[in-house]
């Protein structure tokens, strides 16, 4: 006899409802896209709770309806697929945060690599403009200064020349 499955919960029927299980989408073509509100890395995202008080990625509330609870050793839900709006329960697997990022970092998902400074999407500076801000402190021009012309703080100016970040340039 087949075990019956989770018991349904009252949100599971709003939960689904912002899925859509069209074939053919995602890199598997067969992921279930979230409709629903997604974080800014593109994940799904909704709120289970009274009154909404906790929030869950969808892909893992997924998992969690169809399958259970995830294990307390592996608490973080992973994807095959590598699409975050995904919300196959299929493409779901369950890690720790170790995993996670290890898993991220093989697949070069990173947001960041390279060694850090200029290769952060953020960056202001690349190593030869390191350089010249360090060359313009030692001529002798203040920290405020350079950091009105490069649009930075004065700070973080003062503290590239005393070579507290950036110190392998």
């Known amino acids: ?7 349904p919960t009252p949100f599971e029927g709003r939960f689904w409802a912002k899925v859509d299980k069209t074939p ?14 997604r974080n800014e890395r593109g994940y ?7 009154r909404g008080s906790r929030l869950w990625r969808a892909h893992v509330l997924a998992f969690v309806l169809a399958n259970g609870p995830m294990p307390a050793d592996k608490p973080c839900g992973l994807h095959h697929c ?26 070069g998902r990173q947001a960041f690599w390279g060694g850090g ?24 021009e203040t920290t405020r200064s350079v950091a009105r012309d490069l649009g930075m703080h004065h700070t973080t100016i003062s503290a590239i020349g005393r070579n507290k970040i ?3 340039a």
């Open 1 to 7: 006899m087949a075990r019956p499955g989770p018991k």
């Open 24 to 37: 053919g989408q995602g890199p598997w073509g067969d992921c279930w896209t979230w409709t629903g509100s």
């Open 44 to 50: 799904g995202q909704f709120r289970v709770g009274p």
């Open 82 to 107: 590598d699409n975050p709006p995904c919300c196959n329960p299929a493409h779901t697997f369950p890690g720790t945060q170790a995993q996670n990022i290890a898993d991220m970092v093989a697949k």
């Open 117 to 140: 400074g200029g290769a952060h999407s953020r960056a202001k500076l690349d190593w030869p403009g390191v350089e010249r801000v360090r060359a313009r402190l030692a001529a002798g």
């Open 166 to 168: 950036w110190a392998s």
